[in-house]
């Protein structure tokens, strides 16, 4: 029987929990490069009395606390940066060049390792054995990520996984969560198109491939408008398009890259089926073109781990925890799903934890610049992987 206060606890802890993300707020280290980031954490978890397990040739690594349990709990906690400067004015911003956290995964670790703390002074009465999973790559489809880590090993004898997101849209301490799909299937789109150059003077002469390029991008929009359904939401985007050398030539090449996101299978489906058609009618116009692509399976939390997020957010309610289990999924995709896809009975859940504070001014959006987050979701974030350990 539980005979302590977890959130009295971690009050006490908290200029711990906050200094571990104002650390490593200030070394932010792209997709698969994350040295110094995973150096700090596992010196941290290996302090806290933790069994690390590295892979060679990767910066993610496992920690476990052994507890002789038949049950294993592992919780996510994934550790790259985004190629942006760091636009935040504070004594904590970015000191690496041209790379920030401006998608708060230094909470997401400074939670973490927070958790395992915690745990740790507990591991007389913990009666799960508990997993942190520090992943690489989870901003880059391009890079393996949790899908290499889940082929490595670091699920190997998981029952149950949990990860969550912050969001600084969301007011500090509320919770969000859905009871199926939390996040989209998410497709990263590489587009190449070969043409054949000719003098501007003369455009009957070449194949344009800038042109080319557009008429696709446009014929994309409209599969999203007329072959999908409307109670099927889609996204399709182009973040870059470049082509073209010189004013009074055509252009003989273009390259471009984006995403597409859907909330259901045959949606997801419909959509990489139709860059094969787009393919083949290019090709049949005289052009060399090819799309390539990687993807995400959606997030599908797992109707039971659902419900334990709800109870672990109702036992936080003092602390201004708010609950609203009916959420809408994101539209972003997220590779944790590769961890949940890899249990028994895919038993995991992810959650959204508000991060913002509207009275001290921080309200913004995932990946916006400057990102600020309000230090104290640290505890919050912290109290609600406690709490699931002893759901």
Known sequence: MQHFNIA?????????????????????????QEFKTSAFCKEKMQEFGYTITEYQG?????????NNSNTTIAFRADMD??????????????????????????AHMAI????????????????????????????????????????????NGVDEVYALHNDASLEYGEVKVNDAIMSSYGTSWALQI??????????????????????ILEEMDYIIAKKI??????????????GGSIPNAIADFVEAKGTVRALDKQTDS????????????????????????????AVINHAECYKKIVLAAQKIHKIQSMLNSVCAPMTGSEDFSYMIEATKDKKGAMFF????????GICNYLHSNPYYIEDKTVIVGAQMFINLVFE
């Open 8 to 32: 009295l606890d971690l009050l006490a802890l908290k200029d711990i929990g906050i200094e571990f993300r104002h650390i490593l707020h200030k070394i932010p280290e792209s997709s698969g």
């Open 58 to 66: 990767y910066t993610g690594f496992i920690a476990d606390l052994n």
């Open 81 to 106: 940066a985004l190629k942006m400067q760091d636009k935040t004015q504070n004594e904590h911003r970015s000191t690496h060049e041209g790379l920030a956290h401006n998608c708060g995964h230094d």
């Open 112 to 155: 973490a390792l927070l958790s395992a703390k915690y745990l740790s002074m507990k591991k007389a009465v913990l009666k799960k054995n508990i997993r942190f999973i520090f992943q690489m790559a989870e901003e880059d489809m391009t890079i393996p990520g949790a899908d290499k880590m889940v082929e490595l090993g670091c699920m």
């Open 194 to 215: 070969k043409g054949k150059a000719a003098h501007g003077s003369t455009p009957q002469k070449g194949l344009d491939a800038i042109r080319e390029g557009a008429k």
């Open 229 to 242: 359904s409307p109670f099927n939401p889609a996204v399709f985007s182009c973040g870059m398009f470049r």
């Open 270 to 297: 419909i959509l990489k089926q139709s860059f094969k058609d787009i393919e083949n009618q290019s090709k049949l116009r005289g052009f060399e073109t090819s799309f390539s692509y990687e993807s995400y399976p």
């Open 353 to 360: 934890l508000g991060s913002g504070n509207t009275k001290a």
